[in-house]
């Protein structure tokens, strides 16, 4: 980090670091006029994605693909929705930056209905200094790590509306490739290291104070979230579940491997994850699914190697190296293809651009930055709802203020 920004701030000397910038530098909309900030209320949800590309995010139109905005970004990010259903965090880890995208979307919910609303998408003037990997969320607080310090910041949504968050700075002490979580108490988990390398998680109070500790999941990367109140962390040998202050851990389906990346929704207590083994190749065409009911685990193998993996309604979805679809049923292990795209090549370059999905509900959106394209696609019936032409290679992206009716 910049000494000089770090003596102005002294505050935030140890930890992510909030910077201030403006808000129209380095943003434009589809007119070029100043971005509208009045809300107009729509029918129902307008969904957006916001999509990464190597040098900036879009704000697209989720039904008909068309772009709202472009913001630029100083390296290809990471897109992560906040809890709030409205704001995606921009994780620049190749420059240091972690920003704030308004996706101009979302829902307020009042009882057994809700009002939409839609406003023009827009950069916030927060933004944070630091490497970082992982932000996650619940419903009311976003925490983002930051791997140089070994601290996290913690975001309350209601104050990103307006602009007006103050993050507050949580130190662990120990800098390394790692993660925190909002637990439901108002505290967190956060990871602890051995010679930098993540070995288990801490579960910390509201004040950030380590009231107990579990180093039971060699090699931690990846979590999500496990019923209401729990989160699952992938481990060289498993899964490790901490709920409540409790910790317990699911082995891997398959003997001497281990899980780097984890999916769930709230509809069903099965989670998905990847499996992968450095003398096994072959798991790179495995999902295994992690039974936290009864604490069990199955391998499922899709027929190809697959980039993300999202979960969504009781299924697991990931695009294959066929260009393919694969739509896992997280109870059965049944395994539907869907054509997608073209054909692609995953290499080990895990930041070159290759097809990224998300989902709600019976609706995919892919991204093809062979063919510079994004796509939507209806899985109950196959087809091709929406392709649209852009510029550049599409990577990573996140849907927001979808509708998820199944």
């Known amino acids: 980090m910049n000494p000089s920004v770090l003596n102005r701030r002294p505050a935030l000397a140890a930890g992510l670091l909030l910077t201030a910038v403006l808000a129209a530098c380095g943003s434009e909309t589809d007119s070029g006029d100043e971005p509208s900030t009045t809300p107009v209320e729509t029918a129902g949800p307008a969904p957006r994605l916001v999509v990464a590309y190597s040098d900036r995010v879009d704000v697209v139109d989720a039904t008909e693909l068309s772009t709202e905005a472009s913001f630029d970004v100083e390296s290809s990010p990471y897109v992560i929705p906040s809890g709030d259903g409205r704001h995606v965090f921009t994780l620049e880890h190749e420059a240091g930056r972690t920003g704030v995208i308004d996706s101009g979307t979302w829902t ?31 419903d009311t607080r976003s925490v983002i790590w930051n791997d140089d310090e070994g601290s996290f910041a913690v975001l309350d949504h209601a104050q990103l509306e307006g602009d007006l968050a103050r993050p507050r700075i949580i130190e662990t002490g120990t800098p390394h490739h790692g993660v925190a979580v909002p637990t439901a108490d108002g505290g967190f988990l956060a990871t602890v290291s051995v010679d930098e390398d993540a070995v288990g998680v801490a579960v910390l109070d509201s004040a950030g104070k380590e009231t107990a500790r579990f180093e039971d999941c060699p090699g931690l990367h990846g979590e999500t979230h496990v019923g209401e109140t729990g989160y699952a962390f992938g481990c060289t040998d498993g899964i490790m579940i901490v709920d409540n202050g409790q910790a317990r851990k699911i082995a891997a389906p398959v003997g001497g491997a281990g899980t780097g990346s984890l999916a769930s929704d709230h509809e069903s207590p099965i989670l998905a994850g990847t499996l992968s083994a450095e003398d096994d190749p072959s798991l790179d065409t495995q999902v295994a699914l992690y039974d936290t009911a009864t604490g069990t685990a199955r391998a499922v193998d899709v027929g190809a190697k697959y980039s993300n993996l999202v979960v969504d309604h009781g299924r697991a979805i990931v695009v294959g190296t066929d260009g393919d679809l694969r739509v896992v049923d997280l109870v059965s292990g049944e395994v539907t293809v869907v054509p997608a795209v073209e054909a692609w090549e995953k290499t080990e370059d895990w930041q070159e651009p290759r097809p990224y999905v998300a989902v709600a509900g019976d609706t995919v959106w892919v991204s093809e930055p062979a063919t510079s394209s994004l796509h939507s696609i209806d899985l109950e019936t196959g087809e091709v709802t929406a392709t649209e032409k852009v510029d550049g290679e599409p990577g990573r992206l996140v849907v927001l203020n979808a509708p998820h009716e199944h």
């Open 108 to 138: 307020d919910a009042h009882g057994d209905h809700g009002h939409s609303y839609t406003v023009d998408p827009a950069e916030l003037d927060l933004s944070f200094e630091g490497t970082s990997y992982h932000a996650v969320s619940d």
